[in-house]
């Protein structure tokens, strides 16, 4: 079974969980993809804008 480990309590949980059920927290797991692209675009815009 597939887990990953809660970055509030850094416990493992299941995967499939999207919250913590030991302490709650909410896995941002939905636009993850999303947020991982839009961030890897802004830092190669401030680089060019930086140059
Ligand atoms: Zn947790």
């Known amino acids: 079974m597939a887990t990953?480990?809660?970055p509030s309590c850094a416990m493992n949980v299941d995967?499939?969980?999207t919250v913590c059920p030991?302490?709650?927290y909410e896995f941002p797991e939905t636009n993850k993809g999303f947020v991982?692209?839009?961030i890897i675009l802004?830092?190669?815009s401030l680089l060019?804008?930086?140059f």
Do not use: M, P, Q, R
Request: charged share 20%.
């Open 4 to 6: 990953k480990e809660c």
């Open 42 to 44: 802004l830092i190669i």
């Open 48 to 50: 060019y804008f930086v």
């Open 22 to 24: 030991i302490c709650g």
């Open 15 to 17: 995967d499939k969980s």
């Open 36 to 38: 991982i692209v839009a």
